[in-house]
């Protein structure tokens, strides 16, 4: 069965401090690791991760697979309250589209 | 383009009820996936549809079941409605190919009393 572990489940920063997220997991096929962002109801694509060591970077938001320890990060810097919401990690496996979400990081920026 | 759209945002039912929850995909979509999202559990797998036929599915009872049609909406069907029912159902909509690039809509919040 698929696992995938966040840490931390919860945070809470000031608007400027540099977030980091964590997510393990142990799947079976694994083809890559997607990172999604939940702000009130519907997930929003953040960055898909293929390749061990590759950073994927999109604005103050980076992320960063390692294969070898079955993990990836996702960290924020500059956090504005806009950053206030659930990042969910969720490994694909080969062969279909079905993710195996994790529990989420609940990160809560105040100003 | 015209988002994941599903209906009704809200319900409430009573335990033996059944329910019906509607998804329209993205134009041009093929595959739509089912999540149930609660507080303990987090946001967990229901099944995927594509063109018609059911093409994976999770580790929930018979209750929860679901179909898709020809012009790819989606709807699933919870029977016999229990309180551990009450939760976010979220449809997401992808072009089909086993990407992991889903596309969710607001989901449709259900309350079993």
């Known amino acids: 069965e698929d696992k995938v572990v966040q840490s931390p489940l919860s945070l809470v920063v000031h608007e400027g401090d540099t977030v980091t997220l964590n997510c393990s997991y142990e799947?079976?096929?694994?083809?890559?690791l997607l990172w999604y962002k939940q702000e009130k109801k519907a997930p929003t694509f953040l960055f898909m991760l293929?390749?061990?060591?590759i950073e994927k970077k999109s604005g103050r938001l980076s992320s960063i697979l390692d294969k070898k320890e079955l993990s990836s990060i996702l960290n924020i810097t500059a956090t504005q309250t806009g950053d206030s919401a659930i990042y969910l990690c969720?490994?694909?496996?080969?062969?279909?589209?079905?993710?195996?979400f994790g529990k989420g990081n609940q990160v809560v920026v105040i100003p | 383009k015209a988002g994941v759209t599903q209906t009704p945002r809200y319900l409430i039912k009573t335990r033996g009820q059944q329910v019906t929850l509607s998804c329209s995909p993205i134009?041009?979509?093929?595959?739509v996936s089912w999540y149930q999202q609660t507080p303990g559990q987090g946001l967990q797998f229901l099944f995927e549809?594509?063109?018609?036929?059911?093409?994976n599915k999770g580790n929930f009872p018979g209750r929860f079941s679901g179909r898709q049609f020809s012009n790819s909406r989606s709807e699933m069907n919870v029977s016999t409605l229990e309180l551990g029912d009450s939760a976010l159902y979220l449809c997401?909509?992808?072009?089909?190919?086993?990407?992991?690039?889903?596309?969710f809509g607001e989901g449709s919040r259900l309350t079993v009393l």
């Open positions: 997401a909509s992808s072009e089909g190919h086993p990407t992991g690039e889903l596309f």
């Open positions: 969720a490994p694909l496996v080969y062969g279909n589209n079905r993710l195996a």
């Open positions: 134009s041009g979509h093929r595959s």
């Open positions: 293929t390749s061990s060591g």
């Open positions: 799947v079976t096929n694994f083809r890559s």
């Open positions: 549809y594509f063109s018609e036929t059911q093409r």
